[in-house]
């Protein structure tokens, strides 16, 4: 009986993510924009600046990774920088001012107009994220959200919100990850 049930918890797992993964093909507009503005501004020689927090930091250094060495295909770097992997950074700006200006901070140093500036929050709320993009509008970058639950606060200042229709954080960030890769594996045979 116990094997019985946790198979149903698994099998309920899979359908509520494929579920979501399915539903996520409303968001195909907002995708192919992100992939046209990302492919325009390397083209233009401008960079991609990503951050988030937790699992989302993660997904923004993955991503970056993608695009620095490659997703499938050989070709040359493509330049890319997660705001989330130099923790000298984040623990001085959370230290000395406070953890809401860790993205913000360094989009003022970093962000020039044209870049692309990608904030990933699954709730739609994170502060930081909030404000690290409304930096980078402000200095004339394309901002993107990857975000969850309705796109929160977040999806207003955003020129382009991929929003997942789910409130479960796991859920979100496994259709974060395939709409990612998606939008890595056509960037890059553009190059």
Not at 110 to 136: A, P, R, W, Y
Request: hydrophobic share 35%; proline share 2%; charged share 25%.
């Amino acid at each position: 009986m116990k094997k019985e049930k946790l198979r149903n918890s698994i099998n309920k797992t899979i359908s509520e993510s494929s579920k979501i993964i399915l539903e996520s093909s409303n968001q195909i507009k907002e995708i192919e924009q992100t992939i046209e503005k990302i492919t325009k501004c390397l083209k233009n020689g401008k960079k991609i600046i990503i951050f988030g927090n937790g699992g989302s930091a993660a997904d923004a250094q993955h991503i970056v990774a993608e695009f620095i060495g490659r997703f499938k295909l050989e070709r040359k770097t493509l330049p890319a920088i997660a705001l989330t992997s130099n923790s000298s950074i984040i623990t001085a700006l959370a230290n000395d001012y406070s953890y809401d200006t860790i993205f913000s901070r360094q989009c003022e140093g970093l962000v020039q107009k044209g870049d692309i500036v990608i904030g990933i929050s699954t709730s739609g709320k994170s502060l930081n994220v909030k404000k690290g993009l409304t930096v980078s509008k402000k200095k004339g970058a394309i901002t993107i959200g990857l975000l969850g639950n309705k796109g929160g606060i977040i999806r207003k200042i955003c020129d382009i919100p991929i929003i997942v229709n789910s409130s479960s954080t796991p859920r979100i960030q496994e259709v974060h990850r395939m709409i990612y890769h998606i939008i890595c594996e056509e960037v890059e045979k553009e190059f």
